[in-house]
């Protein structure tokens, strides 16, 4: 009996999407042949939702593997709004288990971040046949030990980390870089340790900005004339720690500064009196080719998705456990962020090289 299978990308886009749509599809067709049928939903659940999807064939799948992006398309459409019918009339969760059977599909696979495995649950739990694979540069999907897309952003931002050493140095500047990473630690606590950061701030660790300065100055007067922070995106320093995310977004408005980046930009001069500057890479970190590392990664895990499907295990993410690739139900990993805690090697390891942490 043939098998359609449907594969959406969804989210933020990263390095190594394509390279697993290639191995998803590589293997099916070895193991499958001419008894499996792929089919590419266009833009993430808005394919599904508006049943804009496209046949594919052997050949779409080559060239893939060193490719950035998704041919597939990719949005964000909320988990929130999933249930919600808007201005627009249309009920989204029907629409995607009505297009799921007019299109005629045996298997949804869903590559994304944390979002897509809320909705790939909810879709799950509505009796659709759906497996996830894990993508983010920002590492954080529980259950598995690392995600594709993220060792690729964190070969970038080591780079971006770098290059500003250079200039850092030369000038006798505070750096002060952005990095990705949502709500984690994650890409600043690598790249920050891969480039040899002397500060590295992450949300799981509130900062507390006495502990910044004294940082930079115990370098100064060890004769060290520049320093470099490596800020994740989503910090925020001790005191906000213990406000509502609403009041202190607030607070960083009425004060014209949006995230803690340009914040400890904006006083470290004031603090310090050393020339200061901020450096944002942004999407830069999710651009481009994936890395050696990433490509082997997509290959496993997409072709291990292939196996799944052929065995019909369905309600299951694929994850990498302890260097094996192994499968979660969807249900245990929906809902969930892995954090970077206080017993990851990496944080044992910045306090051994006397690396301030904030
Ligand atoms: O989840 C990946 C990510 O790049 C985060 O690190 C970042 O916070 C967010 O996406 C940016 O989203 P957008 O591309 O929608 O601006």
Redesign the pocket.
């Known amino acids: 009996m043939k098998k359609r299978v449907g594969i959406l990308t969804a989210?933020?886009d990263?390095p190594g999407l394509n390279a697993t749509i290639r191995g998803v599809a590589k293997a099916l067709y070895q193991r499958m042949e001419s008894s499996v049928e792929i089919v590419g939903i266009r833009n993430g659940f808005s394919g599904l939702i508006h049943c804009d999807y496209m046949e594919m064939e052997d050949s779409d799948f080559s060239n893939l593997l060193t490719r950035g992006g998704t041919i597939l398309g990719t949005a964000?459409t909320p988990f929130k709004m999933m249930r919600v019918v808007e201005e627009d009339g249309i009920d989204k969760l029907a629409n995607m288990k009505n297009n799921y059977a007019k299109i005629g599909l045996d298997a949804l696979l869903c590559l994304g971040?944390n979002g897509t495995h809320k909705t790939a649950h909810l879709l799950s739990e509505e009796g659709l046949n759906v497996i996830g694979l894990p993508k983010?540069?920002?590492n954080d999907i529980w259950g598995t030990d690392v995600t594709f897309g993220f060792h690729t952003a964190v070969d970038i931002a080591t780079e971006v980390i770098d290059r500003i050493h250079t200039t850092a140095s030369s000038h006798h500047r505070i750096m002060v870089i952005e990095l990705?990473?949502?709500k984690t630690g994650w890409l600043t606590l690598y790249s920050g340790i891969a480039g040899g950061a002397d500060i590295i701030l992450i949300p799981e660790m509130p900062y507390d900005m006495n502990n910044v300065v004294k940082a930079i100055e115990a370098r100064n007067a060890s004769g060290k004339s520049f320093s470099i922070l490596a800020v994740a995106?989503g910090c925020f320093d001790l005191e906000e720690s213990r406000m509502k995310r609403k009041d202190w977004m607030e607070q960083r408005k009425k004060n014209g500064y949006t995230n803690a980046s340009e914040r400890i930009t904006l006083e470290l001069p004031q603090i310090t009196g050393f020339e200061t500057r901020l450096a944002v890479p942004g999407?830069i970190?999710?651009g481009g080719t994936p890395s050696a590392y990433d490509r082997i990664l997509a290959t496993q895990f997409g072709t291990y998705a292939a196996q799944l499907v052929e065995n019909d295990q369905y309600g299951v993410t694929v994850a990498m456990k302890n260097n094996l690739i192994v499968s979660n139900p969807l249900g245990e990993v929906a809902g969930k962020t892995k954090l970077v805690t206080e017993d990851c090697d990496l944080i044992s390891v910045a306090r051994r090289m006397g690396l301030s942490l904030g």
């Open positions: 989210g933020g990263c964000r971040g983010t540069i920002d990705m990473g949502n995106e999407h970190q999710r």
